[in-house]
């Protein structure tokens, strides 16, 4: 058991560009969840996966914003035309089945948007 | 819908002493779980804990479900245990069944040596 896992660590980009983050959990977690937290606040959930399937998106994930976990596995958050109000700490944590309730979160992706 | 909130928002401490931070909900919850973010941003596991005591070394938690609260016992505290903790529940009006946790307003503990 490795952990969760997230990468890149660190991004920095000008506005209006896209980025991309990854996101490996825990294997064999098949409940994986997206967070973003801003700074002084705690993380806000944007989106959550049960194996491949998308099944949640918080209102605060706009259209500019998409998630995909296509084999039920690693999962990827995209951000397109990147804002300054972007700039965030993009959380990803994973869980276990139905009789397993704790998340383990990964590092985190910090985003700077200039 | 629910509000996590926590006391005290910071706390200033010198090693060796003890502290106790809260976290008070609104409503219901199913799950709770305590977290130490430290300064690099990487949340930590403290403890799950939806009702009942739970210890681990020097930290101690209760959670007192009928009451909505829960509290985090610091004993003998390290400049290692510095950092930004929080409580996050999951409640039970999750009508996808997401099981999302809703973070509360955090405690910015500094230990100072």
């Known amino acids: 058991d490795t952990g969760v896992s997230q990468d890149p660590r660190h991004k920095i980009t000008k506005r209006g560009q896209n980025v991309t983050f990854r996101c490996d959990p825990i294997s064999e977690h098949n409940r994986l969840y997206w967070y973003r937290q801003t700074l002084g606040q705690g993380p806000e959930f944007l989106t959550y996966?049960?194996?491949?399937?998308?099944?949640?998106k918080s209102r605060l994930l706009s259209d500019r914003f998409s998630a995909e976990r296509p084999k039920g596995s690693f999962s990827t958050l995209e951000i397109q035309r990147t804002e300054q109000g972007d700039s965030a700490m993009y959380l990803c944590?994973?869980?276990?089945?139905?009789?397993?309730?704790?998340?383990?979160f990964g590092p985190g992706t910090r985003l700077t948007v200039l | 819908g629910i509000q996590v909130e926590q006391s005290p928002p910071d706390l200033i401490l010198q090693e060796g002493a003890n502290s106790t931070l809260r976290c008070n909900f609104s409503d219901s919850v199913n799950n709770l779980q305590w977290f130490h973010q430290n300064p690099w941003g990487q949340l930590i596991n403290l403890f799950y804990?939806?009702?009942g005591t739970k210890q681990n070394g020097r930290l101690s938690a209760t959670t007192v479900a009928t009451e909505r609260y829960s509290l985090l016992y610091i004993s003998s505290s390290q400049t290692t245990d510095s950092g930004v903790y929080f409580c996050a529940v999951v409640t039970p009006y999750d009508g996808g069944a997401t099981n999302k946790l809703i973070f509360g307003t955090g405690t910015l503990l500094a230990v100072q040596p």
């Open positions: 804990i939806p009702s």
């Open positions: 996966f049960q194996n491949e399937a998308q099944l949640e």
């Open positions: 944590a994973s869980k276990g089945g139905f009789l397993y309730n704790e998340q383990f």
